[in-house]
Each structure stands twice: as structure tokens, then as C-alpha cells.
């Protein structure tokens, strides 16, 4: 009697090993993928932010040649700064930045006037973009006409 029961439970387990190896296996494949994913993500994310940070630095450096420019001597006496009369329209200047001779990126530079709370500031407006993507970054500075050293950062960074 006992033999007859014991043989009917073995008899009912047969197949077991097989569905357990099954359930096994998908729960490794679906784990592998989720890691295989993660990995993936996460690779394709470090590459997005280091696009933009390059770019906002081409747009950093966008700003400090506006500047540059800004500052520079038109006469013994005065500066291009001060050309800006409140009509002056808006000038814009776009190049393109190299590295050991391979160009990385490019930045538009425009200066122009604009009014902040009834005060007028010129405003440096840079954007840089990263050769071969559409990555880009805009960056702005605003200076005071009336007084150089008076210099409002705007706009910073993504």
C-alpha cells in the first residue's frame, strides 16, 4: 500500500525539475536584461551630460570673448562698451572654438541692449553648441553701462 502511494506522487512529480529549471532561467534572463539595461542607460546618460557640459563651457567661453570685446579700447580715451547707446541694435558674432587644431564646437555671441526693472544693461547673450550634435547651452551676462564693474550673471549653465 505504501509502495502504490509513494509511486503515485513520484508518477505526479515527474516534470518538476523541468518547470522549476524554467521558472529558474526566466527569472536569470529577466535579471540579466534589467542589469544589461540599467548599465545601458546609464552609459547612454554620462555621454548626454558630458555633451552638455562641453557645451557650457564653449558657452562660458562665448561669454568671456563678448566680453573681451566689450572692454577692449576703441580710442586711447574709450571703450567699445561705451559706443552702446540705448538705440545701438544688437551685434552678433558667431566662431567656431578649436582644440589642437579639430574644431569642437561653435558659440553665437550677441550683444545688445535691454531693459531690467526701467534700468538699461548691455547684455552679452552667448549660445554654444558641440560640433556634430544638437547639444547647446546658452549662458548670459549683463553689465552696467553707467558703471563697468557692476556685472549680473543671467542665465548659467543647462
Do not use: C
Amino acid at each position: 500500500m505504501m509502495k502504490q502511494i509513494y509511486h503515485k506522487l513520484y508518477k505526479k512529480e515527474e516534470g518538476a525539475a523541468l518547470i522549476w529549471t524554467l521558472i529558474l532561467f526566466v527569472i536569470v534572463v529577466t535579471l540579466t536584461f534589467s542589469v544589461i539595461f540599467v548599465a545601458r542607460q546609464d552609459a547612454i546618460e554620462t555621454q548626454m551630460q558630458e555633451q552638455r557640459v562641453k557645451a557650457y563651457y564653449l558657452s562660458l567661453s562665448g561669454i568671456e570673448i563678448g566680453y573681451a570685446a566689450l572692454m577692449s579700447d576703441t580710442s586711447p580715451s574709450t571703450k567699445y562698451i561705451d559706443s552702446f547707446t540705448p538705440t545701438k541694435a544688437a551685434v552678433s558674432h558667431t566662431r567656431n572654438i578649436d582644440q589642437g587644431g579639430v574644431t569642437v564646437g561653435s558659440v553665437v555671441v550677441t550683444i545688445g541692449n535691454v531693459t531690467v526693472a526701467g534700468q538699461r544693461w548691455i547684455q552679452i547673450k552667448s549660445v554654444g553648441t558641440l560640433q556634430g550634435t544638437t547639444t547647446s547651452v546658452t549662458s548670459a551676462l549683463r553689465i552696467d553701462p553707467t558703471n563697468h564693474e557692476n556685472i549680473i550673471r543671467e542665465e548659467f549653465g543647462f
